[in-house]
């Protein structure tokens, strides 16, 4: 695979699409990792099959844990809310084995500004540091 | 075989945390910076034992440990339920200590404000995976629930299959809207009141009881 560019030599913003076949075989740090690495060097990353939601709560405990002042304020995630017309989601949850696929964007707390958010639509701004 | 025995586990799981044993449950208090989680912990704490659990601000993450006031007996219909408050830090995906210097405060300070909300949020994460059994959520009635740090929160509590009541709390102010916290997590119920004032408390008591007796 071709290197990427380094998005601080370009004039833009660089996106990141995961497939959730890229994902599917890497544990919850490495998917941590990657998300981070990507998104401390200002690439906005987008997941297609989303995150469990164990793994969205290691990933808020890291992203604090790497927070430093002028540095790295964090990460700006957005999924959609969970359907709530799923009933299957009840009997996947009941075993454990609760499917997430949910898109996921996630950036550099200051370059994504979510302008709207609802149950179908998530509307977000995203501009160079 | 593995799929009937994480049946049973998750069923037992799920039963035992909302039913069983003689033990205080640990309860936290979670929720989105501000919602007033130490308001609500300290009245319910000042109720029924007399103490407060910490200090209140309008400042964001004034709350920057976990804070733990064990052994909370509540009576209900002479009934005694006992619990073991968690109040724990705002939970957010970012923390800016520049957002800190617009309320007075000189750089320092405000990093090391920063800094310790971080360490907060990242340890009432933990808290969250490990030990508690029941969450009470509290939201700012005044304030937007569609917030992506509201969906991954329900997310996660509902996947560990923990009981969880979510409060409208400030129903004092005007710009309140308890409908649209409903809306929001209509698979759950959702009890308005203003942990400032002591409003609807008795109803509080009550779902607390109900949900974690």
């Known amino acids: ?129 | 075989m593995g799929l009937l025995t994480d049946l049973k586990d998750s069923i037992s799981r799920a039963a035992s945390t909302l039913f069983s044993g003689e033990d205080p449950k640990r309860i936290g208090i979670y929720g989105p910076p501000n919602a007033g989680k130490t308001t609500l912990a300290n009245r319910i704490a000042r109720d029924w034992t007399g103490d407060a659990v910490g200090p209140e601000s309008h400042i964001p993450h004034e709350t920057r440990r976990a804070r733990r006031k064990e052994n909370v007996e509540i009576e209900r219909d002479g009934k005694k339920v006992t619990i073991d408050i968690v109040d724990t830090p705002g939970v957010t995906t970012k923390v800016d200590y520049t957002e800190f210097l617009e309320h007075d405060m000189e750089k320092d300070d405000a990093v090391r404000r920063s800094r310790e909300a971080t360490e907060g949020v990242a340890e009432a994460m933990h808290w969250l995976r490990e030990d508690v059994d029941g969450v009470i959520y509290v939201l700012d009635s005044t304030e937007d629930p569609f917030t992506q740090v509201n969906t991954m929160l329900i997310g996660i509590i509902e996947s560990q299959d923990l009981p969880v009541l979510i409060l409208a709390n400030k129903i004092d102010l005007e710009e309140s809207s308890v409908q649209r916290i409903r809306n929001a997590f209509p698979q759950h119920e959702t009890t308005p009141l203003s942990a400032l004032e002591g409003d609807n408390m008795d109803e509080l008591y009550d779902k607390i009881a109900e949900y974690f007796g």
């Open chain 1, 1 to 129: 695979m071709a290197e990427a560019k380094h998005p601080e030599d370009e004039d833009g913003v660089q996106i990141d699409l995961i497939s959730a076949e890229r994902m599917s075989d890497k544990t919850t740090m490495e998917k941590i990792r990657l998300i981070l690495d990507g998104v401390r060097e200002g690439k906005i990353v987008i997941l297609e099959a989303g995150l469990t939601p164990d793994e969205e709560s290691r990933l808020i405990e890291v992203t604090m844990t790497e927070i430093s002042p002028d540095e790295f304020n964090g990460i700006e995630i957005e999924t959609y809310p969970k359907s709530q017309a799923d009933d299957s989601s009840l009997l996947g949850r009941l075993m454990g084995r609760e499917e997430t696929k949910k898109l996921t964007v996630i950036g550099p707390a200051n370059q994504i500004e979510t302008l709207h958010k609802d149950e179908t639509l998530i509307s977000a701004l995203v501009s160079r540091k």
